[in-house]
């Protein structure tokens, strides 16, 4: 643009009416075109004066910073999108002669969560910034990552089971055995004490068992048959299967169940499995007994089931983390691999996970399954 106008003033005295509308005919179809390409962008670009008003903006921009360039034009940059730190980004270089470029990532919350690069090239008579939203690249990173963190626990539960799985058979088997002979000790003590001690050694064996298939169902996921129901029904069968242990345990439980759920696609057997374990994990979390509350919440695309206990809590540093692999508040009793087996059994139904704290008040898990009318299905 300078050039052309440098080029008109060379040769201003030259030119006629024609020449001069010729140019500046020229000049507004680069303009044009210009514009239509930094319509048409998917990155958002502002451009500054330089003394930091917004001078332009394209539709990207506003999508992406939540604006309209009509309200801000002509506002400072720091006035217009408070709260995103741009001393260090539009700061010109030290030297006229020298070029600098700044970038960032940010984090937006509002009107939804959005990961931005900013990238920025400031001067001392205008400042161009482009924006790109990198939310998708940054989930199939930490996508990829979770998929190696699978892969190595697979590689491991392979080798488990291999070395493991059979010892274990052979262990239960002789301690049936050997508890079917000691029956016969005359020595009643004696035979409560030693009796007590094989119980002990097969109740380890059972854990360590369970381990075993723990890893086994994270090697092998088993796709789901999906059929058409309502959630309520495998919900039901699962606290029927718990309820004798929510009397041992004194902990009490309500069910806000509507009249009537949406139709949802899902294995039956796989979804109690998930039912289990979320309630078995807040029937844990209340040692002293409590109360969990299961309810129900429908939206336009899916059907919520929440599982709210009055345990402790989980710390906010474990929570963003709860779904990795490994990853247990219960010590040497878990084993770290429940909550991802439940989260990967509900995504292969297209479904999701959300869980929320609080600590010394309560954790809420909710399974989100998508409606069947509406059904989307998430592939990872």
């Known amino acids: 643009m300078r050039r052309f106008f440098n080029k008109v003033a060379q040769h201003l005295d030259?030119?006629?009416?024609?020449?001069?509308?010729?140019?500046?005919?020229?000049l507004a179809d680069e303009f044009a075109f210009l514009e239509a390409v930094l319509r048409a962008i998917g990155e958002g670009v502002i451009v500054t004066s330089g003394r930091g008003s917004i001078v332009y903006a394209n539709p990207a921009a506003e999508r992406l910073a939540h604006f309209k360039f009509s309200d801000v034009k002509g506002k400072p940059l720091a006035k217009a999108l408070p709260g995103w730190d741009w001393q260090d980004l539009v700061a010109p270089p030290a030297t006229a002669d020298w070029t600098r470029t700044a970038s960032r990532e940010i984090e937006l919350t509002y009107p939804e969560r959005r990961i931005l690069e900013i990238q920025s090239m400031p001067s001392d008579t205008a400042t161009v910034i482009m924006l790109r939203d990198v939310t998708?690249?940054?989930?199939?990173?930490?996508?990829?990552l979770e998929s190696g963190r699978i892969e190595a626990i697979q590689q491991l539960a392979s080798g488990v089971a291999h070395e493991i799985g059979n010892p274990l058979n052979a262990l239960s088997l002789n301690l049936d055995l050997l508890a079917r002979d000691l029956r016969r000790e005359p020595d009643d003590a004696r035979r409560?004490?030693?009796l007590d001690d094989v119980e002990t050694a097969k109740r380890e064996v059972r854990r360590i068992d369970a381990i075993n298939r723990s890893f086994l169902t994270a090697i092998r996921p088993i796709a789901p048959v999906l059929a058409p129901g309502s959630l309520s029904d495998p919900l039901k069968a699962t606290l029927a299967e718990l309820e004798r242990s929510f009397e041992d345990r004194s902990i009490h439980v309500t069910l806000d169940l509507p009249n009537a759920l949406p139709t949802v696609l899902f294995d039956s057997g796989q979804m109690q499995q998930v039912f289990f374990n979320l309630i078995k994990n807040a029937m844990e979390a209340m040692k002293d007994g409590g109360a969990l509350a299961i309810g129900f919440e429908v939206t336009d695309a899916s059907v919520g089931v929440s599982f709210c206990d009055t345990g402790g809590g989980i710390p906010t540093a474990d929570l963003a983390r709860i779904f990795e692999p490994y990853r247990t508040t219960k010590g040497s009793s878990g084993n770290g691999l429940g909550l991802m087996i439940c989260r990967r059994i509900v995504r292969a139904h297209g479904g999701e996970m959300d869980v929320e704290s609080k600590e010394g008040e309560g954790t809420r898990f909710t399974v989100w399954m998508p409606r069947m009318e509406k059904r989307v299905r998430r592939l990872a």
């Open 14 to 26: 030259k030119l006629d009416v024609d020449g001069v509308r010729g140019q500046y005919k020229g």
């Open 136 to 144: 998708l690249a940054h989930a199939r990173e930490k996508d990829a």
């Open 192 to 194: 409560k004490r030693l």
